[in-house]
């Protein structure tokens, strides 16, 4: 991962910081099966040297952006890069303290407590993802607010604080203005640094495929991008929701091609798809239509 | 084929392939392509994105514009198509390698232009062109000698591919706007009977039954609305028949040029209106969300409920705490309710784009939605159902909106209530899109041999407020979005008190239609 680092041009007094961050808090045995080995990787040097820096300087990040454009694929990185132990939460509307940092439950005839994901993830020092941090109300992260600032500890009430373990970070992503997202609150919002995350340039797709399918056709990947960014500008006119534009749903589809599938059959179930409404369905098969020839099989577009 | 058979799905079809193909979505295509069932070809429809990406494509419209002067400009500018559509295929071929695969046979063209050639130079060219070979002046004049009847034997087909069909608007470039020419004025000493006939002629089929009309008007048309009627309809057309007809055929005539101006509105405005349907849908989204009711639920884990605590040492029930649930507070219901009387005709087209956006937006959110506009004629005051409560997705049966006669509010705002009060809704929502400017022709009447006052002015006013209030003390929420001028905002201030909002600037219509309707809302949870 760290190579990694380097090819994307992080800088070497950055990348020994990295090393002693991770030899200065080992892991424990137990949560080692949680340090992330991601599967793709997020290319955009930029971003990278700001998160590296944010994060050693002890700070949380809060990483905002549309669709696709690989929030959680750069959180899942950045614990892999400083191998850390990570603790995914995903919110949703009725998220609350209780699902956050545990509740009262009954075991053996008598109330006890139940950890929490941010609770254990204290504990342990790991790295926590707050996914979709805005679908929550606000009122129900204010118990976050102490633990996401210079206090750094998790009040349980009833029970006990406890201190964070002194590497833990917090990295929120959120995607603004999607339907059922409220605004962040400044109280929260300044507890973290944040972080715009930028639509995946055609230049880094290109290269997120080449890595991923090292012998797919150059000319194949770049008319997969462009389709992509068809895609994406149809969603940006509100012609069409987002649901089409699934970056997953595209790599997938190369899979599939490999696996014996034909281009159409691919795209369809990959992304065509994936509009359930009729009518969205036509317009985002047009654009394929009118961009990929479907009848393309893996002996065509991959190299032998 | 002519523009009527092509459905709207397909032309926005079009329309996003040739956005697609040109790399931009802010402005309405004009020329489309179909095939000959009405479906949009697609390697046409790509060829007139990729004209607008390749070539300034002002510079073309000016040409389009000057063919357009011509009786058969219609083969001109397939002329003209056939002509630069293999220099377009040639350029995109190598990024878009399937257009080989989905090219159909070139025509041929005698026009011939090349890849090198700058927009500047295709135009000249094809003005050239035009005028060597059609000798066309370019200002509608032609020269003498090929005004011969040579012309017409090139028809449209002869130069389209085989089953293609090219449409652009009719008139797009230098169309006339449809004007209005004057009121009419209809005075009548028909029978009720007889002026019901009337009516389903112009206005379309009666939905409710007589006998559920006299029910309907002992119960609504009391106090200030005595001997006054109620029609209901959705507008079905009924065939035209008896000594109506050919004033009735020159009615129908201007309205669907008025409807047809409604969807030409939206149509012009499309990115900016479909912007304003997204913007305002996720605020009343956000809106629902946010307050949504929570109650109270038993579970296995959670807080402690010490009123239950005792069932798990004695019955073992480990089910004693209490989890919060929300549950949807998307009971509501939405009526639109539009001003149709003559004094909205020149903002017939505004109102109806208002009213799509929103029933389109209260769509997206799920809000079951019913759009009724009213309008008062010879006594009777009209209310036409575009589209009811969970009707399928498609809401543009709103441009059909046409605003003719009187308005009579007090009655509309009343019946409007009585429509909703027959639903189950835990909270319903009017909106009222008018000028607030009541008037009706017939009087407000205390008995039969009384002459009665006129339905206007302070009056009217007065009557219409006291219904408003009437339907808010029911918990209907009533707000008004004001469509008149200035110096009736007093009237809509007495009226609808403070939840009433003027549009100065369409684009601000989502953030302040949206602000009004989750003010509603927001009392809804409280």
């Known amino acids: 991962m760290l190579d990694f680092l380097r090819q994307e041009g992080i800088e070497e007094n950055l990348i020994e910081r990295i090393e002693q961050y991770r030899s200065e808090y080992p892991v424990a045995e137990g949560d080692r099966i949680r340090i992330p080995s991601p599967k793709f990787r997020y290319y955009g040097g930029e971003l990278w040297k700001l998160a590296i820096t944010a994060i050693l300087s002890g700070e949380n990040l809060l990483l905002v952006g549309p669709k696709a454009t690989g929030k959680n694929v750069f959180a899942e990185n950045l614990s892999a890069v400083f191998g850390r132990p990570e603790w995914d939460v995903s919110f949703y509307l009725n998220t609350d303290a209780a699902s956050l940092i545990g509740t009262d439950t009954f075991k053996n005839g ?14 342990a020092g790991g790295f926590g993802v707050l996914d979709e941090i805005n679908m929550a109300k606000n009122e129900s992260l204010a118990v976050l ?52 995350m930028p639509v995946i340039s055609d230049a880094n797709l290109e290269k997120l495929l080449a890595q991923q399918y090292p012998s797919l056709k150059a000319e194949y990947a770049s008319q997969l991008t462009v389709l992509f960014g068809e895609i994406r500008r149809k969603c940006e006119s509100s012609e069409i929701s987002t649901k089409a534009l699934d970056l997953r749903g595209l790599l997938a589809a190369v899979t599939l ?35 990929i020839d479907g009848k393309l099989t893996k002996e065509e577009i991959f190299l032998s | ?63 389009f514009a000057m063919l357009d002067r011509y009786k058969n400009s219609a083969v001109y500018e397939t002329i003209f198509w056939n002509a630069i559509e293999p220099v377009l295929f040639r350029a995109e071929l190598c990024e878009r390698p399937v257009l080989g695969r989905m090219r159909p046979a070139p025509a041929e063209s005698e026009l011939k232009l090349d890849a090198a050639m700058t927009t500047d130079e295709i135009v000249d060219a094809a003005r050239r062109f035009f005028y060597e070979r059609y000798g066309l002046y370019g200002d509608g004049k032609m020269r003498l000698k090929y005004r011969l009847p040579h012309l017409k034997r090139l028809s449209v087909d002869s130069f389209l591919q085989r089953g293609r069909i090219v449409i652009h608007e009719k008139d797009l470039y230098h169309g006339e706007e449809p004007g209005w020419n004057g009121d009419y004025s209809l005075s009548t000493k028909l029978t009720v009977p007889e002026l019901r006939a009337f009516l389903e002629t112009k206005f379309g089929k009666s939905i409710v039954p007589p006998e559920r009309i006299a029910q309907l008007e002992k119960q609504l048309c009391s106090g200030n609305h005595k001997f006054t009627h109620l029609f209901y309809t959705r507008g079905e057309t009924v065939e035209l028949r008896g000594v109506y007809s050919s004033f009735e055929l020159h009615q129908r005539k201007r309205q669907a040029e008025l409807i047809a101006n409604n969807r030409a509105w939206y149509r012009k405005n499309l990115l900016r209106n479909r912007l304003q349907i997204s913007k305002l849908s996720t605020d009343i989204m956000n809106s629902i969300l946010l307050h949504m009711q929570s109650a109270p639920v038993k579970a296995g884990a959670g807080a402690v409920n010490p009123a239950l605590a005792w069932r798990a040492a004695r019955l073992g029930d480990e089910r004693v705490f209490t989890r919060t649930e929300n549950e949807n ?30 029933s389109e937006a209260l769509a997206r959110c799920r809000v079951p939605c019913r759009v009724t506009s009213f309008c008062s004629m010879s006594g009777f005051t009209v209310l036409r159902l575009f589209n009811d409560y969970g009707s399928s997705g498609d809401n543009s049966g709103i441009f059909d909106y046409y605003a003719e006669g009187c308005n009579r509010d007090g009655l509309a705002i009343r019946a409007a209530g009585e429509l909703m009060s027959r639903s189950a809704y835990e909270h319903k929502m009017l909106i009222v899109l008018s000028d607030v400017k009541p008037m009706d022709a017939a009087k407000i009447r205390k008995d039969e041999r009384d002459v009665g006052v006129s339905y206007d002015g302070i009056r009217a006013l007065t009557d219409t407020a006291h219904e408003v209030r009437r339907l808010r003390a029911e918990g209907i929420s009533v707000i008004c979005i004001f469509t008149g001028e200035d110096e009736d905002l007093s009237s809509a201030k007495m009226v609808y008190g403070q939840d009433f909002v003027r549009i100065r600037d369409f684009s601000l219509f989502a953030d302040t239609v949206g602000k009004l309707i989750i003010d509603q809302i927001k009392n809804y949870s409280t």
């Open chain 2, 329 to 358: 507070a998307g009971d509501m219901s939405v009526d639109l309710l539009l001003d149709a009387s003559h004094s909205q005709y020149p903002r017939a087209a505004e109102i109806s784009s208002q009213a799509y956006i929103i």
């Open chain 1, 110 to 123: 008598e109330v006890s407590f139940r950890k929490g994901p941010v609770y254990a993830c204290a504990e």
């Open chain 2, 1 to 63: 084929m002519t523009d009527q058979n092509i459905t709207e799905l397909q032309k926005r079809r079009a329309d996003n392939i040739i956005w697609n193909c040109a790399g931009d979505y802010s402005f309405a295509p004009d020329f489309k392509a179909y095939d000959s069932s009405g479906d949009a070809d697609l390697y046409w429809n790509i060829i007139f994105g990729l004209a607008r990406r390749r070539y300034e494509y002002e510079k073309l419209e000016k040409l």
């Open chain 1, 257 to 291: 091609v490999y696996n014996g599938l034909s281009m159409q059959q691919a795209l369809n179930i990959a992304i065509i798809n994936k509009s359930f409404d009729a009518f969205e369905r036509t317009l985002v098969e047009d654009i394929v239509s009118t961009r």
């Open chain 1, 145 to 196: 607010h102490a633990t996401l600032d210079f206090r750094r500890i998790v009040e349980v009430p009833g029970y006990s604080r406890i201190r964070l373990a002194p590497a833990t970070r917090f990295i929120a992503t959120m995607n603004y203005g999607y339907a059922g997202t409220r605004e962040l609150n400044e109280a929260l919002a300044s507890r973290f640094m944040v972080i715009n």
